[in-house]
């Protein structure tokens, strides 16, 4: 599976959109994106996930950009709830289980 | 539903002592897997299971097994514990149909090995 790159911590005010980027410049082309958040000290939370197309949810946006080697996960409206880390995670097919990296600490702040 | 429940919340054990890990899902998923995720640390995958009968390893296997006798259940044995398994152990599921990886945690048990 491919490796992602993530910014270690960001911020945002709440009720502004938050932007989280990861890079994946090694991305097959079966290999798929997905976003999971774990908020402090719970189970992590499947939140999105996209192979080519943008998606959206209830709970978010990803953006996926053409080349497929960078992605972007918005939030629309932040709020404090949303405070957590979030995976960044590439994977294709098979079921040797989903690799976490170290993640984006993303803090809302009031 | 209650998706992914796992049992106990906490423990403690002296090193050498032995424990199962209890996790159950009621999803009708066939795949079901452990990770262990140390403090600062992303989660790391322990063992995987495909289906009733089916087990495998993943990255940190050593000093741990499971079983899979049903669809719902998936323990994990530790058979002497030791305090580098001191972790956070996480029960995840999902469905193979579809290809997609999307999968649904338990809340976590904490352990610590004295």
């Known amino acids: 599976d491919a490796k992602t790159t993530q910014p270690p911590s960001m911020d945002c005010a709440e009720g502004r959109a938050a932007n989280l980027p990861c890079n994946h410049s090694t991305i097959s082309g079966n290999e798929y994106v997905y976003w999971y958040r774990q908020i402090h000290s719970q189970g992590p939370q499947y939140i999105i996930h996209g192979l080519k197309n943008n998606e959206t949810n209830e709970m978010a946006s990803l953006i996926i950009t053409e080349d497929r080697k960078s992605s972007t996960l918005i939030l629309p409206h932040a709020t404090l709830r949303d405070t957590a880390v979030y995976y960044c995670i590439v994977k294709g097919g098979g079921a040797d289980g989903l690799t976490f990296g170290k993640g984006t600490h993303l803090i809302i702040q009031p | 539903n209650a998706g992914v429940t796992q049992t106990p919340k906490f423990q403690v054990l002296k090193t050498g002592q032995s424990m199962t890990l209890q996790c159950a899902q009621d999803m009708n998923h066939e795949y079901m897997s452990w990770y262990r995720q140390d403090p600062g640390m992303g989660l790391r995958l322990i063992h995987y299971?495909?289906?009733?009968?089916?087990?495998d390893q993943g990255e940190v296997p050593n000093g741990y097994n499971v079983s899979r006798s049903t669809t719902e259940d998936f323990p994990l044995r530790l058979l002497s514990a030791a305090p580098s398994q001191t972790s956070v152990y996480f029960c995840?599921?999902?469905?193979?149909?579809?290809?997609?990886?999307?999968?649904?945690f338990g809340p976590g048990t904490r352990l610590t090995v004295l």
């Open positions: 995840a599921s999902r469905g193979l149909a579809g290809g997609s990886d999307t999968q649904y």
């Open positions: 299971s495909v289906g009733a009968g089916i087990t």
